[in-house]
């Protein structure tokens, strides 16, 4: 029997990155000689759509920081010992597709939406270093005298694991609606 309704995919969206090495802050007037490896992301406000659902579901007290860097992917996080620097700077410029999921998540004071890329995982292991576990696109950095809502008191590694047992439950049960979660954020659970 063929059901007439379908349980929607997890959604993820794709954006185009530009990979940059070493870039500093744009809201700085400090020199900055730190080493890190970016996927900078347009300036089409991603970060304040996003910061709009968490001040939407949590209230205004809840006004989270932009990214220093602006919008971006970390690749490479500048406390990280590089064994190859040999491959350094190998793909300055490139641009690159970023993939990332529209549920937006809450760890150690940061909000951000999670990203799935395999050649950013190929760049790690190039320059020797180890796989990345949680590549993401920050979205605000919570202020400490902020409360933090109950519903958000949650780990990125709960969340990942909820969301696969979310998709398999999908898979399995076509035509029953996945359960709600109360620490993310899609723009669909906002009205």
Known sequence: MQSFFQLPQMQRLTVRGRLAYDLPPRRSSKPYDKRSLVATLPDDDLDLLYQWFVERRYGQALRLNRPIFGTHVTIVRHE????????????????????????????????????????????????????????????????????????????????????????????????????????????????
């Open 80 to 191: 990280e010992h590089v064994p190859n620097m040999q491959y350094w700077g190998k793909y300055e410029g490139v641009d690159i597709d970023v993939e990332y999921d529209v549920e937006l998540r809450r760890h150690f004071g940061f909000w951000s939406l999670p990203v799935y890329s395999d050649v950013f995982q190929q760049i790690r292991a190039e320059l020797g270093l180890p796989p990345e576990p949680d590549f993401h696109i920050t979205i605000g950095r919570q202020f400490d005298w902020q409360p933090i809502p109950p519903a958000a008191r949650r780990y990125a590694h709960q969340i990942r694991r909820e969301r696969e047992e979310r998709e398999r439950r999908c898979e399995e049960h076509s035509g029953s609606s996945p359960p709600s979660e109360g620490g993310t954020i899609s723009p669909q659970s906002i009205r």
